[in-house]
């Protein structure tokens, strides 16, 4: 490593690189792996019984994260590939659990890399939205918008997102929130409702 001029608060790193297999959807020379299996979405989806039965039956994987975490600081920015399996609880599509950022002002890039599904996104003060993922799809998480992935086909459902590092996630408040709209497999399609 060499000197140069830092500010206080902002660690000196060498710059590096990382690996993502596109049709794996996965980084492959990863450094942190957060994994949520059904069991950990237990409160957020509309048909608790249904989660039951699928945790009984094994449990499976919802999603995954590959990160190489940098210092969770001012000008860094935090970067992952967050890989979500499709499947249904009961009507409802797999979906991340959502959060919003600790620190509120900060937003989040999208690019959809592979499979489709949703961006929804919803503020402290009732403002919802939603917007389409697909390989190729961009989605602009702006600052004070809580953000939950959908994944409403028939493949993983994977993004490359980055963030300001020192944002930080707040899980709790959509734990007790909700999310405002649900995304539901009606008639064979996906609806919002
Ligand atoms: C993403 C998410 C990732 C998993 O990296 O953390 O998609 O979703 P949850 O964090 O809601 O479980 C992100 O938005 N980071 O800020
Ligand atoms: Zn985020």
Redesign the pocket.
């Known amino acids: 490593m060499s000197s140069t001029t830092t500010t206080a608060g902002t660690s000196f790193i060498d710059p590096f690189s990382a690996t993502i297999d596109l049709a794996e959807g996965v980084m492959t020379d990863f450094t942190r792996r957060t994994e ?1 299996k059904a069991s950990s979405m237990r409160g957020h989806y509309a048909d608790a019984s249904a989660l039951e039965r699928l945790v009984a039956s094994g449990d499976p994987l919802h ?1 995954e ?1 590959f990160e190489k975490p940098v210092p969770e600081e001012y000008g860094h920015l ?1 970067y ?1 590939i ?1 890989k979500l399996y499709p499947g249904l609880v009961g009507e409802e599509y797999f979906m ?4 919003y ?1 600790s620190i509120l002002q900060t937003g ?1 890039i999208y690019l959809c890399l592979r499979g489709s599904g949703f961006m929804l996104m919803k503020t402290k003060d009732g403002c919802f939205a939603a917007e389409k993922m697909e390989r190729g799809r961009m989605v602009y998480v702006p600052p004070y918008w809580a ?3 959908v994944n409403t086909g028939t493949e993983s459902l994977v ?1 490359f ?1 980055a ?1 300001n590092a020192e ?1 930080g ?1 707040n ?1 709790g408040d959509i734990e007790t929130e909700g999310f405002v709209k649900r995304v539901l497999k009606a008639g064979g399609v996906p609806v919002i409702r």
């Open positions: 949520r999603y994260v935090m992952c967050s991340t659990k959502g959060h950022h989040e953000h939950r992935s993004s997102c963030y944002a996630h899980y």
